[in-house]
């Protein structure tokens, strides 16, 4: 057992730690009473609804992070990554399959053992507040086409990195990364168009109130918009949302067709506006650039230790091996990550409040703010979060903080 191994040991400790804590920051935050910040929100039935949604989401997130923990500790003082290792070698001693087989057997386990608490969340916790909508059929079909996802991309893209390491030596993160990179840039444009229709049916937007009164909004801001679609996100849960995908021409805005369930027309103009606001301010451009140039210094540090044998050993392997040190590196460099991570999210944070005032500025901040409540509301949303959870874990402000800053556009 190396230095390396008991740093691994106390980082996997720390985090778990720092989340219990956090997680217990919350449930500070709990009231029987209806605190006077959501009066207005939240009427007294709904609120005490989503007290016990979070009690529920609170107690069910303990076990299964104990229980995930609890299955990487045993996993390194066991030496199982070094018998899943020694079992992969034993099919093909070929850099490439035997990482493929490495990496299948545990995600492929991981899933199966997660899999329990999954399918409790989905079928009891959900239903039990009545948010769950998804058949077992379509479980296990999503489960299937997740792994068939999985191996075909996930898979090929671990072989193209490992035969580019074994061909370009010392330089092979500034391939893997224009690799990556290019990966990146292809799904932000295609994503919709290529892998939601695996899932969900996409539609595109009718015509009649609702499109006219969005073409007119866009029409106004200069904003050309094609591709407007409407997905059945019914299919698998009562909860509501919208997001803009696409890049250029392939751009699109996707509405859940229980958004539009819920709300009025000028309700999901707002909600609208609020998504153009983000490309409009370049925020897509920025997120992508600023994820494409983590990438790159987390392959540059990677490149840097590689080779280096401590890794592999510190998972109870004695020779060097790519896969083995990337789970180590993986471990040891998410530290820097979650650091990254926090600033990721404060700069998404500040990207939500100026696409909230692009939306109240050129079109009306009320029925936004009427909007976000209806979604607060009927997503069972925390109102009250501690604020240290927010600042490591929110990519979008509080609800109350996002209407504060609403009515300073007034």
Known sequence: ???????????????????????????????????EEVKGIYDEEKYRKQQAYSKVNHRFGMLTSSFSFLLIMLMLFFGGFALVNNWALSFSNNSIWSALIFFGVLLLASDI??????????????????????????Y?????????????IGGGLLALIIWIYTKTGANFWLWVWLVISAFSIFMAMFY?????????????????????????????????????FVIDGSKRSTKANAYFTGLGSKKRIVLYDTLIKDMEIPELVAVLAHEIGHYKKKHIIWSLTLGILQTGLMLYIFSLVIDSPELSQ????????????????GILYSPLSSIIGIGMNIFSRKNEYEADAFAAENYDAEPLATALKKLSVNNLSNLRPHPAYVFVHYS????????EALKQTK
Not at 218 to 226: N, P, Q, T, Y
Not at 398 to 403: E, F, G, K, S
């Open 314 to 329: 510190a998972l109870g392997v004695d020779k060097a091996y790519f896969h083995i040190g990337l789970i180590t590196f």
């Open 1 to 35: 057992m190396t230095t390396i191994f008991w740093l691994i040991i106390a980082i996997l400790v720390f985090d778990f730690i720092l989340e219990r804590v956090l997680d217990y920051l919350n449930t500070t935050r709990w009231s029987d009473q209806l605190p």
């Open 396 to 403: 979008h402000p509080t609800l109350l903080q996002r209407l």
């Open 140 to 152: 296990i079909l999503d489960k299937l086409k997740g792994w068939v996802l999985g191996a075909i």
């Open 192 to 228: 919709s168009s290529l892998i939601v229709p695996l899932f969900n049916k996409q539609t595109p937007l009718e015509d009649g109130e609702l499109k006219a009164a969005i073409n007119e909004f866009a029409l106004k801001v200069g904003f050309k918009l094609d591709n407007i």
């Open 113 to 138: 053992l997660t899999t329990p608490f999954d399918i409790y969340s989905t079928f009891v916790i959900e239903e039990k507040f009545g948010f769950n909508k998804t058949t077992a059929k379509t």
